[in-house]
């Protein structure tokens, strides 16, 4: 069993940076490809970014690709999204997820997470 924090979220204006932070406890998150996912008000939540187990292989939405760049910590049983040039439109609950699926063979879909946390919201606004 895997327990799930996220941190870190909160107000931010457009072109600004926000890191938000997800701890992971009673399993190593060695042991899973982690993921980020977010919901708008009113959305279906949707795909953010992946990394594989070993940290090598990374997946992004279209949407945040070369502004937000997921990454691990081991030491800190730790994954961190770095989000750049912020836009309204990035204004949402961001979730941590943890899965058993190797990136690369499948979709990131929410099906197919194994562990969530509650989320952390992110508002850009000015």
């Known amino acids: 069993q895997v327990q799930l924090v996220e941190s870190g979220g909160g107000l931010v204006q457009p072109g600004g940076s926000l890191r938000v932070s997800c701890e992971g406890s009673?399993?190593?998150?060695?042991?899973?490809?982690m993921a980020w996912f977010r919901q708008a008000p009113g959305k279906e939540r949707e795909f953010v970014a992946a990394?594989?187990?070993?940290?090598?292989?990374?997946l992004y939405a279209d949407s945040v690709k070369g502004r937000f760049t997921i990454v691990r910590d081991s030491a800190k049983n730790m994954v961190y999204l770095q989000m750049n040039s912020l836009k309204p439109e990035d204004t949402a609950v961001y979730y941590c997820?943890?899965?058993?699926?190797?990136?690369?063979?499948?979709?990131?879909?929410?099906?197919?997470?194994?562990?969530w946390g509650k989320g952390t919201l992110v508002t850009v606004s000015s």
């Open positions: 990394l594989s187990r070993s940290g090598i292989s990374n």
């Open positions: 997820a943890a899965s058993r699926m190797r990136v690369g063979t499948r979709p990131f879909l929410p099906a197919y997470m194994d562990y």
């Open positions: 009673g399993r190593t998150l060695d042991s899973y490809s």
